[in-house]
């Protein structure tokens, strides 16, 4: 009866064999992949980390658990407490999202797979990179000086130095004592070592400091940085320059006379030009003010003032009024001496005329007495 039962024994071990399921072991499943989104966190960013695994074994795969932990970037989403069954060289993904709560560098937060009766578990660190190079912001392109009320054309380029793009970049004047068009400039996305510009007309009204702000997104995480520009008034080497030049001055019937020329030695236009005499000359007629017009850079226009003073000013101011291209009004003051003239001659509109009265009297006189010669006479 022995070699019966080793027969039947055997042939139980086999149907056994046969119709047992079949626990693939832990290399069977691999991780073929893994992603963060965005690319490169900075500290205190929020990422999307995904992973995915595939069996490469011949049969089914029985998989407890899923979980992510580590230190530096941790996990803030719950863990897959029940994944369940992978079929043969299928795949399957798993998302995090975590955190960057620690320095700079690369982080290794541990990816674990636990599988079902006591068929170990499967550990795999995923790289995440940390840094907080922000982008940077520059003042490309400004005026020499400010003034107070004139327009200047700022130009701020942004540029990105990180390893991973930026999305959403704009650019944003902040502060007060100012006015800027437009109120923001947007670039869009910036690849890594890429840039973008922006041209603000700013128009400050007093001394003040223009914060630009960058703005940007790296994935769902905002971020800014600011950059400072100084806005200090002083004489802008471009502006329109008028000089008084070929001045000559003679007297008039109640005051004086200057007649000269006036040129531009600035490199930008002078705008609705105006000469005439300022206190403590009283402009008269005819040329209380002498219109010029615009005065283009190296142009040249002549002029002609008149006006009265006193006997004792010896020297009054011509003063030349203009714009600049914004509207600003400007004046330039050139001290004329009348020394040397032949004083004024009396008024004749407004005043007393003592001389002629004088002679009047003097003819009436005379009339007089030879009226009354030939009437004694007779």
Not at 200 to 208: D, G, I, Q, S, V
Not at 256 to 274: C, F, H, K, P, T
């Amino acid at each position: 009866m022995k070699p019966l039962y080793l027969v039947i024994i055997s042939l139980l071990c086999a149907v056994i064999a046969v119709a047992a399921p079949v626990s693939a072991a832990p290399a069977d499943i691999t991780v073929v992949s893994s992603s963060l989104d965005p690319p490169v966190l900075m500290k205190g960013d929020t990422g999307t980390l995904t992973v995915v695994i595939q069996n490469n074994g011949a049969e089914t795969v029985a998989i407890k658990s899923a979980r992510l932990y580590g230190s530096g970037v941790v996990p803030l989403s719950e863990p897959y407490p029940s994944v369940g069954e992978i079929g043969a060289g299928n795949s399957k993904t798993f998302t995090f999202t975590v955190r960057a709560d620690g320095g700079e560098g690369t982080f290794y937060p541990q990816f674990v797979l636990d599988f079902r009766d006591g068929a170990g578990s499967l550990r795999y660190p995923v790289p995440v990179q940390v840094e907080n190079t922000p982008l940077s912001a520059s003042v490309i392109g400004k005026p020499d000086a400010f003034a107070a009320g004139r327009t200047a054309e700022i130009t701020v380029r942004v540029g990105n130095p990180r390893p991973n793009a930026a999305s959403g970049v704009q650019v944003i004047p902040q502060g007060t004592g100012f006015s800027a068009t437009p109120t923001g400039g947007f670039i869009g996305a910036l690849a890594p070592d890429a840039s973008g510009t922006v041209v603000f007309n700013l128009t400050p009204t007093t001394e003040t400091a223009v914060t630009f702000q960058v703005v940007w997104r790296n994935g769902i995480n905002t971020h800014t940085a600011d950059l400072v520009l100084p806005v200090a008034f002083g004489e802008d080497k471009r502006q329109a320059d008028p000089i008084i030049t070929n001045v000559e001055v003679a007297p008039v019937a109640g005051g004086y006379r200057i007649v000269g020329d006036v040129m531009n030695a600035g490199l930008e236009s002078a705008r609705s030009v105006l000469v005439t005499a300022g206190a403590p000359a009283t402009p008269i007629d005819p040329f209380r003010v002498y219109v010029v017009g615009t005065l283009d850079p190296d142009d040249i226009s002549s002029f002609e003032v008149t006006f009265k003073a006193d006997a004792t000013t010896t020297e009054i101011p011509v003063v030349v009024e203009y714009r600049d291209d914004d509207g600003n009004r400007y004046a330039a003051t050139t001290m004329v001496g009348l020394g040397g003239t032949t004083a004024p001659l009396e008024e004749r509109d407004g005043e007393f005329p003592v001389a002629g009265i004088v002679v009047v009297v003097l003819v009436a006189l005379g009339i007089a007495g030879a009226i009354y010669y030939s009437w004694k006479r007779t």
